[in-house]
């Protein structure tokens, strides 16, 4: 028995339940999180030619990555438990879970990409935030894909400085996406707010459903981060290398399924600027559009005259109201005066 081996032996013979239960309960986990996504992405099929073609091609290169891993994660742990039963060395080897590099960015990196062209176009283009965005997703990517790279010819013990790197980097510039992508959703959204509380409502159940997908995949590197800066290379970090892209995929499956949802609901919303008795007049309508006489009164030397003038409050369904929400539009004079117009 070679002392690697020898030392590998005694190293999960320690605590068999935290060096190997991670390895088989990510096994599980993965295909739970698998069967989630397939179910959402059946779902997203029903309406994915809504789409444009962009956001259908970084969704489908997510889910070829999420089968990919998966079925990479059988083949790991066939090697482990079958092929290979009885040998320890192969538990503190990287030659096949440092592969997660590669396959993680499959879909971690196209799931962000939709977020930030997302964030990109919900606060109106702004190009600033998206050249931030894509240097933290280019950091990520150049940390998982060198740490690949360098440690698949190592074991654990044997990590240096720049195979450490390498890894912070991965997840450390993922949660920086992750934070500067949630903020500026957030933002925007709240910056789209019409005024009118039935839009409004709309917009916050947007913010809702943005928040409730990108936090738990922020969590997630969080832990990945900090439990390999406590302890190196684990089998718990392995466990999270295995989840952590189908955590990113489900959440995203998640908002565009939420939001073809709110789309269909048949609730039509009236869009228009003017003045304060227009925007307290106008309401949730059912059909067709209603007309508004306001009176406005003229001072006068001779006293003061009403002035009658007429408004007709076209309304936009929920489709529309989501569409321009998520391109900012809401709170914007020149598209409102366009539904007015018409």
Same mark, same amino acid.
């Given at each position: 028995?070679?002392?690697?081996?020898?030392?590998?032996?005694?190293?999960?013979?320690?605590?068999?339940?935290?060096?190997?239960?991670?390895?088989?309960?990510?096994?599980?986990?993965?295909?739970?999180?698998?069967?989630?996504?397939?179910?959402?992405?059946?779902?997203? #099929?029903?309406?994915?030619?809504?789409?444009?073609?962009?956001?259908? *091609?970084?969704?489908? *290169?997510?889910?070829?990555?999420? *089968?990919?891993?998966?079925?990479?994660?059988?083949?790991?742990?066939?090697?482990?438990?079958?092929?290979?039963?009885?040998?320890?060395?192969?538990?503190?080897?990287?030659?096949?879970?440092?592969?997660?590099?590669?396959?993680?960015?499959?879909?971690?990196?196209?799931?962000?990409?939709?977020?930030?062209?997302?964030?990109?176009?919900?606060?109106?283009?702004?190009?600033?935030?998206?050249?931030?965005?894509?240097? #933290? *997703?280019?950091?990520?990517?150049?940390?998982?894909?060198?740490?690949?790279?360098?440690?698949?010819?190592?074991?654990?013990?044997?990590?240096?400085?720049?195979?450490?790197?390498?890894?912070?980097?991965?997840?450390?510039? #993922?949660?920086?996406?992750?934070?500067?992508?949630?903020?500026?959703?957030?933002?925007?959204?709240?910056?789209?707010?019409?005024?009118?509380?039935?839009?409004?409502?709309?917009?916050?159940?947007?913010?809702?459903?943005?928040?409730?997908?990108?936090?738990?995949?922020?969590?997630?590197?969080?832990?990945?981060?900090?439990?390999?800066?406590?302890?190196?290379?684990?089998?718990?970090?392995?466990?999270?290398?295995?989840?952590?892209?189908?955590?990113?995929?489900?959440?995203?499956?998640?908002?565009?399924?939420?939001?073809?949802?709110?789309?269909?609901?048949?609730?039509?919303?009236?869009?228009?600027?003017?003045?304060?008795?227009?925007?307290?007049?106008?309401?949730?309508?059912?059909?067709?559009?209603?007309?508004?006489?306001?009176?406005?009164?003229?001072?006068?030397?001779?006293?003061?005259?009403?002035?009658?003038?007429?408004?007709?409050?076209?309304?936009?369904?929920?489709?529309?109201?989501?569409?321009?929400?998520?391109?900012?539009?809401?709170?914007?004079?020149?598209?409102?005066?366009?539904?007015?117009?018409?």
């Amino acid at each position: 028995m070679s002392d690697e081996e020898q030392m590998a032996r005694l190293k999960v013979t320690s605590n068999p339940g935290s060096n190997l239960g991670p390895l088989v309960l990510g096994l599980g986990v993965d295909a739970i999180l698998l069967g989630i996504c397939f179910h959402q992405f059946i779902h997203y #099929c029903g309406h994915h030619t809504k789409e444009v073609i962009h956001v259908r *091609l970084l969704v489908y *290169l997510a889910c070829i990555g999420a *089968l990919a891993a998966t079925i990479f994660t059988w083949a790991t742990s066939m090697h482990m438990f079958v092929y290979n039963y009885g040998q320890y060395e192969q538990f503190t080897s990287c030659d096949w879970i440092a592969w997660y590099g590669v396959l993680d960015p499959l879909t971690k990196l196209s799931v962000q990409a939709f977020y930030a062209e997302r964030a990109w176009r919900i606060n109106k283009r702004n190009y600033f935030i998206l050249v931030a965005i894509g240097i #933290c *997703l280019c950091g990520s990517l150049t940390g998982s894909v060198g740490y690949t790279i360098i440690a698949r010819t190592k074991h654990m013990a044997q990590f240096d400085t720049i195979t450490n790197v390498f890894f912070y980097l991965w997840p450390g510039s #993922c949660i920086c996406a992750d934070v500067l992508i949630t903020s500026s959703i957030m933002i925007g959204l709240y910056r789209s707010r019409s005024g009118y509380e039935h839009t409004d409502v709309l917009v916050r159940k947007l913010m809702r459903i943005s928040l409730e997908a990108q936090v738990p995949p922020t969590i997630v590197a969080l832990l990945f981060f900090a439990q390999f800066a406590s302890t190196s290379m684990t089998s718990i970090v392995q466990f999270i290398a295995i989840i952590h892209p189908k955590v990113y995929l489900t959440g995203c499956l998640a908002v565009l399924n939420s939001r073809e949802s709110m789309r269909e609901r048949k609730t039509t919303y009236v869009v228009a600027s003017g003045s304060g008795a227009l925007g307290s007049s106008c309401s949730r309508l059912t059909k067709g559009a209603i007309s508004i006489t306001t009176e406005t009164y003229v001072h006068s030397d001779g006293g003061s005259v009403p002035a009658k003038e007429n408004y007709d409050c076209p309304f936009v369904d929920t489709h529309d109201v989501v569409e321009m929400a998520e391109r900012g539009d809401l709170d914007t004079p020149d598209q409102e005066k366009k539904f007015v117009l018409e």
